[in-house]
């Protein structure tokens, strides 16, 4: 009789270990957040005017064409939106920089950690309506 309860516990005290194994193996699989794919996204949308800025009269416009206007007017609200979308695609609030260049201005967004290796980084160059090109680059640390 005590050998079949012995069995049961060592069966349930392995199964236990076996469990704690695995779940620590499936989270050690690395970074799976991709830059290339959330700038990708974030540079195919298009908002209303009026969800970042109070423009008077509300339109859409691609990210290209937010994103120059915020780098050269140095517009903090487009820079506190993009950073909400942000924190909720990488999951890591501040956990990336996110930089806009476009006709000599920048625009950042994120943390800059000093000195911190990124895990994934993507650079892109993408026309803008009214001329010129607008250079992004996020770094997920």
Excluded: N, Q, W
């Amino acid at each position: 009789m005590t050998g079949i309860v012995d069995a049961m516990v060592f069966m349930a005290i392995m199964g236990l270990a076996f469990a704690g194994l695995y779940a620590y193996g499936a989270h050690d699989a690395g970074d799976d957040r991709d830059a290339s794919a959330i700038v990708d996204c974030i540079m195919a949308s298009a908002l209303l005017t009026d969800d970042i800025a109070e423009a008077g009269e509300s339109r859409i416009a691609g990210m290209a064409d937010i994103l120059a206007y915020a780098a050269v007017t140095g517009d903090a609200g487009t820079a506190a939106y993009l950073e909400a979308v942000l924190d909720a695609a990488v999951g890591v609030p501040g956990g990336y920089l996110l930089t806009a260049s476009y006709g000599g201005s920048s625009l950042d967004a994120g943390d800059r950690h000093d000195g911190g290796r990124p895990t994934s980084v993507c650079k892109r160059t993408v026309p803008v309506t009214y001329g010129g090109d607008l250079t992004v680059e996020l770094r997920l640390f």
